[in-house]
């Protein structure tokens, strides 16, 4: 049994807003006594511990949920191999065929790449990663194989979803025997792109997606940029799949720049949908597209993620890999400004949690929660995501994974 008190550690506990519209969050110090990796209790910091068991101060550092990294490419990123910029081009298509020139060149260093990513992504306090993982005709499980390795050497620290991943068409060549043995390899979940603008066929990529899935019990998420009515019908399109088949509360669907290009009215309906067969939706808050609407989506009760997507990678050359800068750049984008819904943001890179509800009531953390942690020198979650502050540690089931408090 592992049992030990972190001291003086501030916790969110109530809100409210005054006679001037203006939000103010509440927070008290609190000792947290921890058994094997979960809260076992929770005590004001004026109540002293005599016992023997192993204390650590966290000298009034605020902790929020840790932070779920739900759309990346650990495969893809050019770091550890120096600087480099990107070549231009006017179409995804020709992305893609830049990408696979060097698809050889850069399988070999997969796992020292990866390594690096994971490293900064759990710097900045994120302890679950999804992963997207290149299975194409010109590697083959290559990439793969250099990821779980990568992430095989941060196991406690770091948990993961791992998507085979088609990023060059599902209905090519040897691909889907490929992503089978993906799946038998140690990929986790079976990955899509583009339906009508890479495969070329809507129903026919659907199909062949759900089959793999099915055939290994396996949760979906698609990677969708097709715009508009093309993006619309192929949503609308899994929906109807994931109904006739009970795949409810198996699949998501990434980027959905299309819920943003419609009229409001339709995006609702497909929202409530969406909502009904738990279908969740990932945004990684891109400056270039349209955004799918996430505040309509929230309200309809749709899941909704954030992630970084690649970066520094063939794709683009700009990234932190910072999770919570995609929470203060949504923030900034839709004009949300006040206290409460700033903190209220969170929900989108802790996998829903947040300290306090939209009431302003506390709800995390709670006995027997996990001891997952981000620790910060802020004095609330609004405070942390409006102004990116620094992350001072990283603790997982109770352990200090990265970082420290010195």
């Known amino acids: 049994m592992n049992e030990k008190w972190l001291l003086n550690v501030k916790l969110e506990t109530g809100a409210y807003t005054d006679e001037d519209n203006y939000s103010y969050t509440n927070t008290k110090l609190f000792h947290l006594k921890i058994k094997d990796g979960r809260i076992a209790e929770q005590v004001p910091c004026e109540q002293s511990i005599h016992d023997n068991l192993e204390k650590t101060d966290m000298k009034g550092l605020l902790a929020v949920p840790s932070f779920k990294e739900m759309h990346n490419h650990l495969d893809k990123t050019y770091m550890g191999l120096g600087w480099r910029s990107i070549i231009p081009v006017t179409s995804l298509q020709e992305r893609l065929e830049l990408e696979a020139k060097e698809l050889k060149e850069l399988a070999g260093s997969t796992k020292d790449r990866a390594s690096r990513m994971i490293e900064t992504l759990l710097s900045h306090g994120a302890t679950h990663i999804r992963t997207h993982v290149n299975i194409d005709p010109y590697i083959g499980l290559e990439n793969l194989e250099g990821v779980l390795s990568a992430l095989d050497t941060y196991k406690g620290k770091v948990t993961a979803d791992i998507i085979a991943f088609p990023q060059h068409g599902l209905l090519r060549d040897e691909v889907p025997s490929l992503m089978r043995e993906a799946m038998r390899s140690g990929a986790t979940m079976v990955g899509g792109l583009d339906p009508a603008g890479i495969d070329n066929s809507i129903e026919e990529s659907l199909d062949m997606t759900l089959d793999i899935a099915s055939e290994f019990n ?53 929202a409530q949908r969406l909502h009904q067969n738990q279908i969740a939706i990932m945004s990684t808050i891109p400056l270039t597209k349209t955004l799918p609407p996430i505040d309509l989506l929230d309200r309809h009760g749709v899941n909704v993620h954030l992630g970084c997507d690649g970066f520094f990678d063939s794709w683009g050359p700009f990234g932190t890999g910072d999770v919570l800068e995609k929470a203060t750049k949504f923030c900034e984008i839709t004009g949300k400004k006040d206290e409460r819904s700033i903190a209220q943001s969170l929900k989108y890179i802790t996998n829903g949690l947040t300290p306090l509800n939209e009431a302003g009531e506390q709800v995390w953390p709670r006995q027997n929660d996990k001891a997952d942690f981000v620790f910060v020198d802020a004095e609330s979650s609004a405070h942390m995501i409006a102004r990116k502050i620094p992350r001072r540690a990283v603790m997982v089931d109770g352990t200090i994974v990265y970082g420290s408090i010195e």
């Open 218 to 270: 396996a949760d979906v998420d698609i990677h969708l940029h097709d715009d508009g009515h093309v993006g619309w019908y192929t949503i609308d399109k899994w929906i109807d799949m994931v109904e006739n088949t009970n795949w409810k509360g198996k699949s998501a669907i990434s980027h959905a720049f299309c819920i943003g290009q419609i009229p409001e009215a339709k995006a609702a309906q497909l």
